[in-house]
C-alpha cells in the first residue's frame, strides 16, 4: 500500500497529521499532486470543535481538512477527456460524489494527493497555466465566495460601496468590485495592516472602525441622503457584511439611506440583536449570500490576468511540513490575512 501524508481534524484546535492510502483513480477519475492549499474559516471552524458533529450526542468524527486546493495532475483515468498528466488544475470542492471536499467528505484538499471523482473540465476542475503560481491559484474557491456575493449585490458603476472586514472575502469582494466598474468603495476593517492590503488592491478609501465614526466616514466619503422619515443618512448604496460580527448590522443600520442594500457573506458567528424598526424606516433589502452557485469557474480566467493583484490577498505561505503553524497562525485573530500551505517545489 502507498500511503500520503493527510491533515484531519484532531484534539480541539489541534490538526492530526496521519499516514492514509493513497488514492488509486478509477477510468472516470483523476489524481492530483497537490501543490498548494488555503485555509478557510472553516476549517478553523471544524479545528475549534474538534471535527464534525455526527449526530444529537455531540459526538466528533474526524475529517479531512482542505477545500482550497491547487496542483498539478499526476494520473487520468482512461475514461478522462480534456485532462492530461502535467495539468496545473483548481478543484471545486463541491463536486466531489463522497461529499464536499475539506468539509465533511471524504476526501480532504490539505493532503499530498487528491482523488477527483467523475473528472471534467468545468464541472469539478478548472486547468490554469503555468503563468500563476500555485499558490495563487488556490484563491480560487474563496474569491468564487465573493464573486457571487457581489454578483448577489447587482453592484452598478455608479454604486457606492462600503465592504466591512477586510478578510480574503473582504478583499476578493474589492477586487471584483473594482473589476465591475463599480465607482466608489470603501473597506472597513479594526486592523491597520488589513486596511493597507485593501488600498493596495483597489479600495477607494478605508475606515478603522475602532477608531473613526463609520457613519460620519460613509457620509464624508459618500455624501449625505436621508431614510424614509428623511433623518440624515450616508449616501452609501450597498453594505457588504464580510466580517461576520454584529456590529456589522448595528453600523449598517445606523447609517442606511432610503433603499440601501445589505448583503451577508460572512457567517454570522453567533446572533445578533438587530433594530429592525431601523431596517424599516431605511427600507433595508437584506441579500444572503452562500457559496458559489455559478461562479466556482467563472473566476478562475479573470484570476489568471490579475494574478498579481490576487497575489496581494497572501500573508503567509507555509510549508506542509509545518502544517501545524500554518494552522496556529488562521486561527490566531489577528495573526494572519491569508494562510496558504505549500508543498513541495511551490511555482
Not at 193 to 201: F, G, I, K, N
Not at 267 to 272: E, I
Not at 319 to 338: C, H, I, V
Amino acid at each position: 500500500m502507498t500511503t500520503m501524508k493527510s491533515a484531519l481534524t484532531g484534539a480541539q484546535n489541534h490538526i492530526a497529521m496521519v499516514d492514509v492510502e493513497r488514492p488509486v483513480p478509477g477510468p472516470k477519475d483523476m489524481l492530483m499532486k497537490i501543490r498548494a492549499c488555503g485555509i478557510c474559516g472553516t476549517d478553523t471552524f471544524f479545528l475549534h470543535l474538534g471535527g464534525m458533529p455526527t449526530g444529537a450526542d455531540g459526538s466528533m468524527r474526524s475529517i479531512p481538512l482542505g477545500h482550497e486546493p491547487a496542483g498539478e495532475v499526476v494520473e487520468v483515468g482512461a475514461e478522462v477527456t480534456g485532462l492530461k498528466v502535467g495539468d496545473r488544475v483548481v478543484v471545486n470542492p463541491q463536486g466531489a460524489l463522497s461529499g464536499i471536499i475539506g468539509c465533511g467528505g471524504e476526501l480532504g484538499g490539505m493532503s499530498e494527493y487528491l482523488l477527483i471523482e467523475d473528472a471534467e473540465v468545468g464541472k469539478s476542475v478548472a486547468v490554469f497555466p503555468d503563468t500563476v503560481p500555485f499558490d495563487v491559484a488556490a484563491l480560487n474557491e474563496p474569491m468564487a465566495v465573493a464573486r457571487h456575493c457581489v454578483n448577489r449585490s447587482e453592484a452598478k458603476p455608479g454604486d457606492k460601496v462600503v465592504v466591512f472586514g477586510a478578510g480574503p472575502i473582504g478583499l476578493g469582494a474589492t477586487i471584483w468590485l473594482k473589476l465591475r466598474g463599480v465607482k466608489h468603495v470603501v473597506v472597513a476593517d479594526v486592523i491597520p495592516e488589513r486596511l493597507e492590503t485593501a488600498l493596495a488592491v483597489g479600495a477607494d478609501a478605508v475606515i478603522n472602525s475602532a477608531e473613526e465614526d463609520v457613519t460620519a466616514r460613509l457620509t464624508e466619503l459618500h455624501g449625505e441622503a436621508a431614510n424614509a422619515l428623511g433623518q440624515p443618512r450616508a449616501g452609501t448604496d450597498i453594505y457588504i457584511d464580510a466580517a461576520g460580527v454584529a456590529a456589522v448590522f448595528n453600523a449598517t443600520v445606523d447609517a442606511a439611506k432610503w433603499g440601501a442594500k445589505l448583503v451577508m457573506v460572512a457567517v454570522q458567528k453567533k446572533g445578533a440583536d438587530i433594530d429592525l424598526g431601523g431596517m424599516l424606516r431605511s427600507e433595508l433589502t437584506l441579500i444572503a449570500s452562500q457559496g458559489y452557485p455559478t461562479e466556482i469557474f467563472e473566476v478562475t480566467p479573470e484570476i489568471v490576468e490579475h494574478h498579481e493583484r490576487f497575489a496581494k490577498l497572501i500573508s503567509h505561505r507555509v510549508p506542509f511540513r509545518e502544517a501545524d503553524r500554518a494552522f496556529g497562525l488562521a486561527m490566531t485573530p489577528g495573526a494572519a490575512e491569508k494562510v496558504v500551505v505549500t508543498f513541495g517545489d511551490e511555482g
